[in-house]
């Protein structure tokens, strides 16, 4: 395990794997750098893998006080430790951010020029039909927390706003984990619910925009608009899965992403 310090000093912990280009991993909410050890076999022979634990979980540290801005200077800083760890000077990064962390990830390769390549699954930025139900969506969630318990918040939130079946709920790996950390989950949801994509992001890096035919309409949506709005972005679908395909269709999702990054 490495770690690297973020801008205010706070120490972001992140794993190395494979050898090639580097390729930073940015999990979402309710999730640790594990949740990409499906994907791991498959692409760590093309690139080297920098996966990272977003502040406030697993093993990095964490500030009283959240800011969406230092989510996105963490990455940063893992970024700049992937370039630094580059065999070749001057390398640019790939940068992979899941659901919220692809927010971070979208906000990383807007203040940087060091990412080349940027794909973004399922990213839940609100466009402005939906922030109506995503304001109903923290208030019930934040609701279920207070009169019954975190736990049970936790399985409110996972059925309701990303459409997971309950069999699948239960069987979730690092269950004990993903509800210690619970509050920290929904400090992302009043992030997610504040924050607005502009209307013509500058990120020069190519982007590929994966969203699942299983996964809640919001973030097809959402998908499409991004890839709009960005210069240089497509968007791709992956039949029959949902919001966690990278974690359980993990070579449908390599698939896209090999076949993107190799082009």
Do not use: K
């Amino acid at each position: 395990m490495h770690t690297t310090t973020s801008a205010d000093g706070v120490e972001i912990a992140y794993e190395r794997y494979g050898d090639g280009r580097p390729l930073v991993l940015v999990h979402g909410s309710n999730d640790f750098r594990s949740t990409w050890q499906p994907l791991r076999p498959l692409l760590e022979e093309e690139f080297e893998l920098f996966a990272m634990d977003r502040r406030g979980r697993g093993q990095s540290g964490d500030a009283d006080g959240y800011v969406f801005d230092r989510e996105v200077d963490d990455v940063l800083a893992v970024i700049e430790a992937a370039q630094e760890a580059s065999a070749e000077e001057d390398e640019g990064v790939a940068l992979l951010g899941q659901s919220f962390g692809g927010i971070c990830a979208l906000e990383a390769a807007r203040r940087t020029d060091a990412v080349e390549s940027l794909v973004l699954h399922e990213p839940p930025v609100l466009l402005e039909p939906h922030r109506a139900a995503h304001t109903e969506m923290v208030a019930g969630a934040t609701a279920r927390a207070a009169e019954e318990d975190d736990e049970a918040a936790l399985r409110w939130f996972l059925r309701e706003a990303l459409g997971l079946p309950e069999a699948m709920i239960a069987n979730m790996p690092m269950w004990d984990q993903r509800v210690e950390f619970a509050d920290v989950s929904r400090r992302e949801l009043d992030a997610a619910g504040m924050y607005r994509p502009p209307e013509t992001p500058d990120i020069e890096a190519e982007t590929l925009l994966l969203w699942g035919t299983e996964s809640p309409d919001y973030l097809r949506e959402t998908a499409e608009e991004l890839a709009d709005r960005i210069a240089d972005a497509e968007v791709r679908r992956l039949d029959g899965r949902g919001h966690l395909a990278h974690a359980l269709a993990p070579d449908a999702v390599a698939e896209e992403i090999l076949d993107f990054l190799g082009e």
